[in-house]
């Protein structure tokens, strides 16, 4: 099965597959690390995770690079403001962005190369293009390209570059102009900042610059898929084109994915909208990153997402239901033998999944089989229909949804936990609702002790204390579930 995919490029839907047939060699720009990373950013690294498992899942080997922009101008200031060096600034929230992936089962890229560390091959890069004609230092030191070298820039983006002047120059990494502008490639050092000596000056990368060389580097001239948000389209990505294929003559990377911008509760994500979260300010309000990551990835990449409360309240039952069932499916006991009609259901979810998947990784199309299995089998298990070989069909189809998905396993309370330390390290205890604080001092062991007592008070008619135990739990986020199968806890 090929995954067919959109391409920015063109402009339509292609097969994406190895050029080389053997592994995909695609490069995705990864974080600025700055600050703690928003959900918008997680987006599109989720979906980026989406395609890369489910290139794996259809047996594509992937070598994925990712860069981490550990020099830049926001960077640069932070660290001043802060009086540290800037390698001890961006640790810090390296880190945090790792954890975050982490929480949301963000595979890590197989090559993930720090701007700093890559110095040398940008400072090659411009020397290349200044003997093409399409590099050129001015009075401070600094190193632009020229546009007027290269006619086919803005092919990514389709922009009308009318406006287009020749040698007007614009120095920071990121400019919403339609008309394009010579742009830094290089900066001079300016006094006290952060340089490099090269054999072009002293100074440092510009951001275009250090994706073009980084790519390159490890993925070739010329390689399968380049990722990123929309919002990246232009200039940067236009910018990336304009320097690697002006300093190769070979085109750039063949397919390109672009991630749509999210709203939040309709409206366009700010500080000044009140409507800007980062991952651990939800997991702070009590909301589970599974449910975040569900929430992010339900909807496909190329159209917007209204990222609401209430998707997440929607994506948290989603997932609880799929754990539930999971959990009736290996802890029971069924007899041998197979249902036809269970056979069917199982082996219809698994085709009209992976074809979702394959139709430009269509995943709101992809979880709708999936749920109807879901309930198919509960009811059979109601009803004392499913069999041992029903299970096993069953369970498959499971596995290959979470292959990409990857929300079934469990570790939600442990992430809690976690987010719960930060808070309190960071001085931000105070955000954490009562219901998480509370729900997660209470240890497995206190809650089993609770159920098991509201079960005896219920055999002796106390149903005063059974009700108070329940209510108790539910404050601290604990659900009880009386159930054919016996009484049933989780946390909420
Ligand atoms: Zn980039």
């Given at each position: 099965?090929?995954?067919?995919?959109?391409?920015?490029?063109?402009?339509?839907?292609?097969?994406?597959?190895?050029?080389?047939?053997?592994?995909?060699?695609?490069?995705?720009?990864?974080?600025?690390?700055?600050?703690?990373?928003?959900?918008?950013?997680?987006?599109?690294?989720?979906?980026?995770?989406?395609?890369?498992?489910?290139?794996?899942?259809?047996?594509?080997?992937?070598?994925?690079?990712?860069?981490?922009?550990?020099?830049?101008?926001?960077?640069?200031?932070?660290?001043?403001?802060?009086?540290?060096?800037?390698?001890?600034?961006?640790?810090?929230?390296?880190?945090?962005?790792?954890?975050?992936?982490?929480?949301?089962?963000?595979?890590?890229?197989?090559?993930?190369?720090?701007?700093?560390?890559?110095?040398?091959?940008?400072?090659?890069?411009?020397?290349?293009?200044?003997?093409?004609?399409?590099?050129?230092?001015?009075?401070?030191?600094?190193?632009?390209?020229?546009?007027?070298?290269?006619?086919?820039?803005?092919?990514?983006?389709?922009?009308?570059?009318?406006?287009?002047?020749?040698?007007?120059?614009?120095?920071?990494?990121?400019?919403?102009?339609?008309?394009?502008?010579?742009?830094?490639?290089?900066?001079?050092?300016?006094?006290?900042?952060?340089?490099?000596?090269?054999?072009?000056?002293?100074?440092?990368?510009?951001?275009?610059?250090?994706?073009?060389?980084?790519?390159?580097?490890?993925?070739?001239?010329?390689?399968?898929?380049?990722?990123?948000?929309?919002?990246?389209?232009?200039?940067?990505?236009?910018?990336?084109?304009?320097?690697?294929?002006?300093?190769?003559?070979?085109?750039?990377?063949?397919?390109?994915?672009?991630?749509?911008?999210?709203?939040?509760?309709?409206?366009?994500?700010?500080?000044?909208?009140?409507?800007?979260?980062?991952?651990?300010?939800?997991?702070?309000?009590?909301?589970?990153?599974?449910?975040?990551?569900?929430?992010?990835?339900?909807?496909?990449?190329?159209?917007?997402?209204?990222?609401?409360?209430?998707?997440?309240?929607?994506a948290t039952s989603a997932i609880s239901r799929l754990r539930t069932f999971h959990e009736r499916l290996t802890a029971g006991n069924f007899e041998a033998g197979e249902n036809p009609d269970l056979q069917q259901a199982a082996k219809k979810a698994e085709t009209e999944y992976m074809a979702a998947l394959a139709n430009d990784l269509n995943t709101a199309e992809a979880r709708a089989p999936i749920f109807d299995l879901v309930r198919a089998g509960n009811t059979a298990i109601d009803q004392g229909h499913l069999l041992a070989d029903d299970r096993?069909?069953?369970?498959?189809?499971?596995?290959?949804?979470?292959?990409?998905?990857?929300?079934?396993?469990?570790?939600?309370?442990?992430?809690?936990?976690?987010?719960?330390?930060?808070?309190?390290?960071?001085?931000?205890?105070?955000?954490?609702?009562?219901?998480?604080?509370?729900?997660?001092?209470?240890?497995?062991?206190?809650?089993?002790?609770?159920?098991?007592?509201?079960?005896?008070?219920?055999?002796?008619?106390?149903?005063?204390?059974?009700?108070?135990?329940?209510?108790?739990?539910?404050?601290?986020?604990?659900?009880?579930?009386?159930?054919?199968?016996?009484?049933?806890?989780?946390?909420?």
């Amino acid at each position: 099965m090929t995954l067919r995919l959109f391409n920015t490029l063109p402009g339509q839907i292609e097969p994406l597959a190895p050029a080389d047939g053997a592994a995909l060699r695609m490069y995705a720009c990864g974080p600025t690390v700055y600050d703690y990373g928003h959900i918008g950013n997680f987006r599109t690294f989720l979906q980026v995770d989406v395609l890369r498992r489910f290139l794996k899942l259809t047996g594509v080997r992937v070598r994925h690079v990712m860069n981490i922009t550990d020099v830049d101008d926001k960077i640069i200031r932070n660290a001043a403001a802060a009086g540290i060096p800037i390698s001890e600034y961006t640790a810090k929230f390296e880190q945090a962005f790792f954890e975050d992936l982490d929480a949301l089962k963000v595979e890590r890229p197989e090559v993930l190369p720090h701007a700093t560390e890559h110095i040398g091959k940008m400072v090659e890069l411009v020397q290349k293009l200044e003997a093409e004609g399409a590099a050129y230092k001015t009075e401070d030191g600094s190193w632009y390209f020229r546009l007027a070298a290269f006619p086919q820039y803005g092919k990514l983006s389709k922009k009308d570059l009318g406006g287009m002047e020749d040698g007007a120059r614009v120095d920071v990494d990121e400019y919403e102009k339609d008309s394009a502008r010579d742009f830094a490639m290089w900066k001079a050092a300016k006094a006290g900042e952060t340089a490099w000596d090269t054999p072009i000056g002293r100074g440092r990368p510009g951001w275009h610059l250090e994706c073009s060389a980084m790519a390159m580097e490890f993925l070739g001239d010329n390689f399968d898929l380049h990722a990123g948000g929309e919002d990246l389209m232009f200039p940067h990505h236009e910018n990336e084109i304009a320097q690697s294929e002006m300093a190769t003559h070979k085109p750039f990377a063949r397919h390109w994915m672009h991630v749509r911008f999210l709203l939040v509760e309709g409206k366009k994500m700010s500080k000044s909208e009140g409507n800007f979260y980062t991952l651990r300010d939800l997991m702070l309000k009590g909301y589970k990153a599974s449910a975040i990551r569900l929430a992010l990835i339900s909807v496909p990449y190329r159209h917007q997402l209204n990222f609401t409360f209430d998707g997440l309240t929607e994506a948290t039952s989603a997932i609880s239901r799929l754990r539930t069932f999971h959990e009736r499916l290996t802890a029971g006991n069924f007899e041998a033998g197979e249902n036809p009609d269970l056979q069917q259901a199982a082996k219809k979810a698994e085709t009209e999944y992976m074809a979702a998947l394959a139709n430009d990784l269509n995943t709101a199309e992809a979880r709708a089989p999936i749920f109807d299995l879901v309930r198919a089998g509960n009811t059979a298990i109601d009803q004392g229909h499913l069999l041992a070989d029903d299970r096993d069909a069953i369970l498959a189809v499971l596995k290959d949804f979470d292959a990409v998905f990857d929300v079934i396993r469990d570790d939600d309370a442990e992430l809690t936990k976690r987010a719960l330390a930060w808070a309190e390290e960071a001085g931000r205890i105070g955000e954490v609702s009562a219901e998480v604080r509370e729900g997660s001092a209470l240890t497995d062991e206190a809650i089993e002790a609770l159920v098991v007592e509201r079960t005896q008070a219920k055999k002796q008619r106390n149903f005063a204390r059974a009700d108070e135990i329940r209510n108790d739990l539910a404050s601290k986020g604990v659900v009880i579930e009386d159930s054919k199968d016996g009484v049933r806890w989780k946390r909420k």
